[in-house]
């Protein structure tokens, strides 16, 4: 059962102690912090109407902020170094994140020695008078040790103990750990309008990935809401207690996990520009990432989103970093991520070398000979780069894989689709089983293989109704609901250029990963206030999705979208939608008494892979036992066998006596009615569903006949 800490009348007491602990032991920087998500970690800042791209207005830490991280809703880091660099706690962290490869044998070995290591660090700790707070911070069994001081401290003194722990007192590496703990702070100081790197609070609430237990000494857990009121009984300690020898300790070396070959920061913070014989503000830092095999997308007004050259260290969540462009200015660099967040453009130009970064400053080249030489020598890295290329020799296109499948011959790996049809056609049917199809890793209407993946499908029409669509097609497929499936039954705006990042948030929040197959469904309501026909718009509407797509990871996004009058010309609006999708499928229904009868599906195209052949499936009917109407599934066309097993076992009792008495020769109703034994009202409404179903046929003559082609799976599974 989901526990919460209720900030209204009977637990009020509780959340404003946990709020009052948090100023007095950990806050030393209120105006600004991270809210942690799937993908990594990002600072909320202020938005404006008249500069919407303006991200320095950071929002600060309120109690409503502190309610969000205990009740689970927005865990949130703190910074742990002030603007005047004080510093009131050390936080250890002793990672143990599941390695690739790794078995479940081996991955409780290395927590073994973990926990064996954290014990010997909370008994050095108590033997120097400290009252250490031991925390299991994630499910995986990564564990922080924290430390807390009745005063500030200089961040530079925080930063010593705290390397001198782990590096001298209990040495990480004779204990048989894979790597060094993070200290934190991890900086001794930070430059003026910088960060530092940050710590998530303690004491939040469990969710699907993670969990914060708190152990007193006696080793007994305090998992939550019981740890709120743990934490909040740790006082701080006198700085007074921490040892001369780690008062003098030096951290200067290569630190085990790479960050830098020495943490001292010189005191003129200007004086590595003069170490460069070009002119930084001419730096061609997109050439330079791109030389090196690092991706670069360019997002506009200067801001490239690119692989983060330290992306190897990055053990969750995404491997970009954000560079910015502006004239007359060095780049700026930026990775939330935890191992990054205090690099700066400094550490960047250090890890590309002294010789690159001159080579790709305009001064280093006054003529065509050694821009010549740039180019060889650039697409020859390229050529090279395991990483996506953005260009290609004509030999090198031979050697590329050919197209990989997400949804077997009906959707690439990272592309764009359009499913569209007439109202009513059941195009929204059948982009709801592709995309429960992929969350459950259930082959696509029963045919196509899929790969599992996480989907987003944002209904932003008929989502009323698609509570039973759901439903339906789980009681079809008999199978459970899928975790990584989520809903948003909203319209986003896709003509709006900050929707692809809200979107992503909104699903990292709720699902706790990103999608790898996101729906559109329909187009119309998502280009709000746009004009389908203009060429401007749609092409806006492309640039978004796509966009939407290359955020989440290279996910695949579907459009469900509408023909227009004229059904000849395809999709309705502007062709540029057409030009943009790998795949284009057509979805065209035939109706029996203003009901759908069968669903069509063509191929209109597809970039990269001859189309798939048309097909037709046809419409079962699901009664749900809290509908009156039920809904339906798609079904492909010759699928008897999984139509007869859905079938209540009355009806398909009935069923089985009708073949086994008539095969498939006609019979009068009433000798139907003589076979079964049933009572005639039972009976009627036991034909009428296998009628609808396709099993039995009425005649011009008021004959019944068994469906042949359902007779020959019937009588082989009967």
């Not at 001198?164 to 930070?190: C, M, R, T, Y």
């Not at 910088?194 to 998530?200: A, F, I, K, M, P």
């Not at 309501?525 to 966009?547: A, I, P, Q, Y």
Request: aromatic share 10%; with cysteine; net charge negative.
């Amino acid at each position: 059962m989901a526990h919460n800490i209720p900030i209204g009348n009977n637990r009020v007491s509780l959340a404003q102690k946990y709020r009052d602990w948090i100023e007095s032991r950990l806050l030393v920087r209120s105006d600004t912090y991270v809210e942690y998500y799937a993908g990594g970690t990002w600072y909320p800042y202020q938005k404006h109407s008249n500069r919407p791209n303006d991200k320095s207005d950071k929002l600060p830490v309120t109690d409503d902020v502190i309610d969000g991280h205990i009740s689970g809703k927005a865990p949130i880091g703190l910074l742990p170094i002030s603007k005047d660099n004080r510093s009131k706690w050390v936080c250890l962290d002793i990672d143990c994140h599941w390695l690739d490869g790794e078995t479940e044998a081996e991955h409780k070995a290395r927590l073994e020695t973990n926990r064996q290591y954290i014990r010997a660090l909370a008994c050095a700790l108590l033997n120097l008078g400290f009252q250490p707070m031991v925390e299991q911070s994630s499910a995986d069994g990564s564990c922080k040790v924290w430390l807390f001081f009745d005063q500030t401290i200089s961040s530079e003194l925080a930063y010593r103990f705290g390397r001198w722990i782990v590096n001298e007192k209990v040495k990480w590496d004779e204990h048989g750990l894979d790597s060094e703990p993070e200290a934190f702070p991890k900086q001794p100081f930070v430059k003026e309008g910088q960060y530092g790197n940050v710590v998530r609070l303690p004491g939040y609430r469990p969710g699907r990935d993670f969990a914060s237990v708190l152990f007193d000494q006696a080793g007994k857990s305090h998992p939550y809401p019981d740890a709120i009121e743990f934490i909040t009984s740790f006082t701080g300690d006198s700085p007074a207690k921490i040892p001369g020898e780690a008062q003098a300790f030096q951290p200067v070396g290569k630190s085990s996990n790479n960050q830098c070959d020495d943490l001292r920061v010189s005191d003129d913070l200007d004086d590595w520009r003069s170490d460069y014989s070009g002119d930084l503000t001419t730096l061609d830092i997109v050439g330079l990432f791109e030389k090196h095999g690092l991706e670069v997308v360019d997002r506009g007004s200067g801001e490239y989103e690119v692989t983060c050259p330290w992306h190897e260290q990055h053990t969750t969540g995404s491997d970009t970093a954000g560079i910015k462009i502006v004239d007359g200015h060095v780049p700026m660099f930026n990775c939330f991520h935890s191992h990054c967040e205090s690099r700066t453009i400094q550490d960047v130009l250090a890890w590309f070398g002294k010789e690159d970064v001159d080579a790709f400053c305009e001064r280093a080249y006054d003529n065509m000979a050694d821009l010549h030489r740039r180019a060889v020598e650039y697409f020859d890295t390229l050529a090279s780069s395991p990483r996506r290329k953005r260009a290609y020799r004509i030999r090198e296109l031979f050697k590329l894989p050919p197209v990989s499948w997400q949804v077997e011959n009906h959707l690439p790996h990272s592309s764009l689709c359009c499913i569209y049809g007439k109202y009513a056609s059941g195009k929204s049917f059948y982009a709801l089983d592709l995309a429960l199809s992929s969350a459950c890793g259930k082959p696509f209407l029963g045919l196509h293989q899929v790969s599992a993946m996480p989907v987003a499908y944002i209904a932003a029409e008929g989502h009323i109704g698609i509570t039973k669509r759901i439903d339906a097609w789980l009681r079809f497929h008999k199978t459970e609901a899928p975790d990584d499936f989520l809903l948003l039954p909203e319209r986003h705006n896709l003509l709006d250029t900050t929707t692809p990042e809200q979107i992503k948030r909104i699903v990292c929040d709720e699902l706790g990963k990103l999608p790898k197959l996101i729906i559109c469904d329909t187009l119309a309501r998502m280009f709000c206030g746009g004009d389908e026909n203009s060429t401007k718009d749609m092409n806006l509407f492309v640039e978004n999705v796509t966009r939407l797509g290359s955020i989440c990871d290279d996910a695949s996004v579907v459009v469900v979208h509408h023909v227009g009058k004229d059904e000849t010309k395809g999709a309705r609006g502007s062709v540029a939608l057409n030009g943009a999708c790998e795949t284009m499928i057509e979805i065209s229904a035939k109706k029996e008494k203003d009901s759908l009868d069968t669903v069509t599906a063509r191929c209109e195209k597809q970039k990269d892979a001859p189309p798939f052949e048309t097909y037709s499936l046809s419409v079962e009917q699901i009664d749900l036992p809290y509908a009156d109407r039920g809904s339906l599934v798609l079904v492909p066309a010759n699928a008897w066998k999984t139509k007869a097993e859905l079938l209540y076992p009355s009806i398909r009792a009935t069923l089985d006596t009708l073949y086994s008495s008539f095969g498939v020769g006609s019979y009068t109703w009433n000798e139907g009615l003589k076979a079964v034994g049933l009572p005639k009202t039972t009976y009627w409404e036991h034909v009428d569903k296998l009628k609808r179903r396709g099993f039995v046929r009425e005649t011009h003559d008021d004959l019944m006949v068994n469906n042949a082609d359902a007779a020959v799976i019937l009588t082989t599974a009967c």
